[in-house]
């Protein structure tokens, strides 16, 4: 059980570039998350998805896309990356049946310059 | 909606000292309330949760929380921390009808020698 993967674990970006940030749970999860963490700020939700094929904006969309297809699979894509982009961005999934407990990856540190 | 507050941005103690980590939260609705522990370069792992019962909770390493409704507060505590527990810890709620958790900025804890 691998529980949540991130890929990649770094990225430097230049600005107007774009990049997908993947992530896959295999716990079965119907809930999964996308937050970024910039210091001394806590965690921020970006997306999020109740299952495959249903996504909704968090707190900070702007500037970013989510796609979920399958169950295992939500993809993070920013378009046009800008330097307010670079940040710690995580993925998280959680189950109703665990309160919503929910279960980090390793995160994605991502630069743009 | 709901909000977090953790009164302390960092702090510092000695091995082998009592530590409390405060956190407070504001909603309108009934919550579950949980604290997260953040090592260096990881991803966030779960420490305790409150969800409902007993207001005592007692987590991993030793870590327990207390469930203040009154005061609407959750402060975390340890009777005695390791040089391993140096973390970034974060207090985190969910409102009962949800799946979204909403995240203090987080509290530094450092335990010198």
């Known amino acids: 059980n691998a529980g949540v993967t991130q890929t990649p674990k770094f990225r430097i970006l230049k600005i107007g570039q774009s990049m997908t940030l993947q992530c896959t749970q295999d716990m079965n999860h119907n809930y999964m998350y996308w937050y970024r963490q910039d210091p001394g700020m806590g965690l921020k939700l970006i997306y999020y998805?109740?299952?495959?094929?249903?996504?909704d904006k968090g707190e900070v969309p702007n500037g970013y896309n989510v796609s979920r297809s399958t169950t295992e699979d939500f993809p993070l894509r920013l378009e046009l990356a800008a330097p307010s982009q670079t940040s710690v961005y995580f993925c998280?999934?959680?189950?109703?049946?665990?309160?919503?407990?929910?279960?980090f990856g390793p995160g994605t540190r991502l630069t743009v310059l | 909606a709901q909000s977090v507050t953790q009164l302390d941005s960092q702090v510092p103690v000695f091995e082998e000292a009592p530590v409390e980590l405060r956190c407070n939260y504001s909603s309108s609705v009934s919550v579950y309330l949980f604290w997260y522990v953040q090592y260096p370069n990881q991803g966030l792992q779960l420490l305790l949760k409150y969800l409902s019962g007993s207001t005592l909770v007692k987590g991993i390493n030793g870590f327990e929380a207390e469930f203040n409704k009154s005061q609407t507060s959750f402060h975390l505590r340890k009777p005695s921390v390791h040089i391993s527990d140096t973390a970034e810890y974060f207090c985190a709620v969910r409102p009962g009808d949800g799946s979204r958790l909403t995240f203090g900025e987080g509290t530094q804890l450092t335990v010198n020698p």
């Open positions: 998280a999934s959680s189950s109703w049946t665990s309160f919503h407990e929910q279960f």
């Open positions: 998805s109740v299952g495959a094929g249903i996504t």
